[in-house]
């Protein structure tokens, strides 16, 4: 199991050149967010089952624009191979999705500096995802932000359980989990992000991730309780009853991929489900 070190290692700003001087702002609402993930790998949307067994699942632009016809609110596009393969998110991928949209766009994956989030937002996304950056160096999270505004940065956390039977905690994972010991407790480092300055935070557990089980809610309710910033939930949801279930456990946000990949339960159909059960969604 491998260990990483945190740096406190800082970006310069005077070598970083953006046209796009602040993102283009996701308007804040009270009415909770339905959100697709794309997973892309080579190109190509995939899914799997807790980060593994990767299966393709279609063209990005092509499921995007699918999913904003069925109501979708904002569109997650994540690079899940660019950290470990060491190099950025493909731009030319987000400027597919950016062209065949027009609902907000969060782009992750790869990204390590200023000037990295700068060339995505150049590309089409409206906010950027970190997080293996971020935990190896938190001041990332400020720089963003003070760059391009509280609601441009979302900082992922990726989390497995962890610890002895009937004592339950939650580690936080880096480089697409394939790094489960970085030291860090979830609710810990979900604090440290939002007084870092991020404006959300995308919750996904590892161990749901894939097995269509539902969310973590004592993980979600975990890391809701203990910051003011918005929380995304990601990992496992499948069924109407589990985006509920996350939104009652404080999730201001549901994120899910292969539900909707299948076609298994359209976005249009949870929108009536969830306001049949007073909670405030968009209109489709």
């Not at 699942?57 to 393969?85: F, K, N, W």
Request: glycine residues 10%.
């Amino acid at each position: 199991m491998r260990r990483i070190s945190h740096t406190s290692s800082s970006v310069g700003f005077a070598a970083d050149v953006c046209s796009q001087p602040q993102c283009r702002a996701v308007s804040p609402r009270t009415a909770v967010r339905i959100i697709p993930c794309l997973d892309i790998r080579a190109g190509r949307v995939v899914k799997g089952t807790q980060f593994r067994d990767l299966v393709d699942s279609g063209d990005p632009a092509e499921l995007a624009a699918r999913y904003e016809a069925e109501g979708a609110d904002e569109i997650a596009l994540l690079d899940i191979s660019a950290t470990q393969e060491d190099r950025k998110a493909a731009p030319d991928t987000v400027a597919s999705v950016r062209d065949a949209i027009s609902i907000p766009l969060t782009v992750g994956g790869g990204i390590r500096s200023v000037s990295d989030a700068c060339r995505l937002l150049e590309s089409g996304a409206d906010r950027v995802s970190i997080n293996s950056a971020a935990v190896r160096d938190p001041s990332l999270v400020g720089e963003l932000s003070r760059r391009f505004g509280v609601q441009c940065v979302v900082v992922a956390i990726d989390v497995k359980k962890s610890g002895t039977e009937g004592v339950c905690a939650w580690n936080v994972c880096i480089e697409a989990g394939t790094i489960m010991c970085t030291g860090l407790d979830v609710a810990a480092w979900a604090r440290r992000c939002s007084l870092e300055g991020a404006g959300e935070i995308l919750l996904t557990s590892i161990d749901r991730d894939g097995t269509a089980s539902g969310y973590d809610l004592p993980l979600l309710r975990n890391v809701c309780g203990s910051i003011e910033v918005p929380v995304i939930a990601s990992g496992g949801a499948s069924r109407p009853e589990h985006f509920l279930g996350g939104i009652e456990a404080g999730a201001r946000a549901v994120l899910a991929a292969g539900v909707f990949h299948r076609g298994e339960l359209k976005i249009e159909t949870l929108k009536r489900y969830l306001s049949a059960q007073d909670v405030e969604v968009r209109p489709c």
